[in-house]
């Protein structure tokens, strides 16, 4: 009997293990086919191989460029799937903690290699690419053959409040700088003020976050939770394919999964961006404003014009300009106390240019938000304020390149 019982073990081992791989391969079909740019999972092998092997350095950035989009999609889907076992007030905290797991994968590495101003620039580009880009595609799109969009005013305004009062914060330190005489003598005693100003603004904001996780999650939890219900609903009717839910284990591990390859990626994407530059002729500024942004937002992106298009605005807006709060209060901040840690000097301080669009960037939005209306025309001129400020950057130099103009402009003076 004693001999017999390792055969019963295997035979039940064996007779388990077909269900338990068909049980993987369907989770992974699902999640495949969960948002059409997974196509661009083909390249992540190739990223990988062209990174490892140091090839190319233009072709390494662009294919790891490519590669973080969909594993950006599954993280997000990853993540939404956990939270919704885990409960609203959990899942929440999920949500704000993974929501922007890419940008921070990303922005940390950058520290690491001390391109804190790849950092600034990424920050500051999330911010514009929400308030102008998405917000206008969800105006185009979702005005398209409609004569008017409505949405909450209240709501709307509320956001975008609070999304006035944290920019404005991160405007302070810049205003702080400018205001102070500059004198070669004192830079070293200016820098050192700038970054213990920006570390006290970051302890400040994050504690508004926690305070709007806690209006979020707890006072005003009906509000919101109907609007994830609505979401998921809209979502569901858009999607070509039945919801599938994933259990615990695998949304850990598929979460766990993409956010280990999403930091190898991210590794060879970020020690590759000086060797663009010199090759492109790209400014760091450029391609952190504009270029790396598209990574980690390209999932919200889609997912706030598809509910704009289902006459979703209220959703759209809180999408837009939802993003945009967790990267003022919660990114930013926590990135220059990151910085703190690993003693790099990350601060608040950006250009004069940066914060001139910041502030117009701020001010559109809220402009066009201020009736409780949209049309196409509207989102024609966010778009257009975009390319705009995208243009502007793709000639401005960078702080290098104005440090050597001034140089020679006192050289030959």
Not at 10 to 37: C, E, F, G, M, Q
Not at 72 to 98: H, P, Q
Not at 362 to 375: A, K, Q, T, W
Not at 387 to 398: E, K, V
Request: aromatic share 10%; with cysteine; net charge negative.
């Amino acid at each position: 009997m004693d001999a017999s019982a390792p055969l019963l073990a295997d035979s039940n081992n064996a007779r388990h293990r077909p269900s338990t791989l068909k049980a993987a391969l369907t989770d992974i079909a699902y999640v495949y086919n969960s948002a059409p740019v997974n196509v661009l999972l083909i390249f992540v092998p190739i990223g990988l191989i062209w990174g490892f092997l140091g090839l190319s350095h233009t072709w390494t950035f662009v294919f790891n460029f490519l590669a973080i989009v969909p594993l950006a999609t599954i993280l997000a889907y990853a993540t939404e799937e956990l939270a919704n076992k885990a409960g609203s007030t959990i899942g929440g905290l999920l949500n704000a903690t993974f929501g922007n797991a890419v940008e921070l994968i990303v922005s940390v590495i950058a520290l690491k290699e001390g391109q804190v101003r790849i950092v600034q620039a990424s920050m500051l580009g999330s911010l514009l690419s929400n308030l102008l880009l998405v917000l206008g595609f969800c105006f185009l799109f979702g005005g398209y053959g409609r004569v008017q969009q409505t949405f909450n005013q209240t709501a709307a305004q509320t956001m975008s409040s609070l999304l006035a009062i944290s920019c404005a914060s991160l405007l302070l330190p810049a205003a702080f700088k400018a205001t102070l005489p500059d004198s070669k003598d004192d830079a070293a005693w200016i820098d050192a003020k700038i970054l213990a100003f920006s570390r006290g603004t970051s302890i400040i904001l994050l504690v508004v976050y926690m305070l709007f996780l806690y209006f979020q999650l707890s006072t005003h939890n009906a509000m919101f939770e109907e609007q994830v219900e609505e979401t998921d609903e809209v979502m569901s009717q858009i999607s070509s394919t039945p919801h599938h839910c994933l259990s615990i284990k695998s949304s850990l591990i598929f979460l766990a999964g993409s956010t280990i390859v999403v930091s190898i990626c991210a590794d060879f994407l970020v020690g590759t961006i000086d060797q663009v530059v010199e090759s492109t002729g790209l400014s760091k500024t450029f391609i952190g404003l504009i270029v790396i942004p598209i990574v980690g937002n390209a999932a919200e992106h889609v997912t706030s014009v598809m509910v704009a298009m289902k006459d979703k605005m209220d959703l759209a807006l809180s999408i837009a300009i939802g993003s945009s709060l967790e990267i003022a209060l919660f990114v930013t901040p926590f990135m220059v106390l990151v910085g703190w840690a690993i003693d790099v000097p990350m601060t608040l301080n950006f250009s004069t240019f940066e914060t001139t669009t910041l502030f117009i960037s701020v001010f559109l939005s809220n402009y066009l938000i201020l009736d409780g209306e949209s049309n196409w025309l509207e989102g024609c001129m966010s778009l257009a304020m975009y390319l705009l400020i995208a243009m502007a950057f793709y000639y401005y130099p960078d702080e290098e390149a104005l440090k050597n103009i001034g140089e020679k402009v006192l050289t030959n003076n």
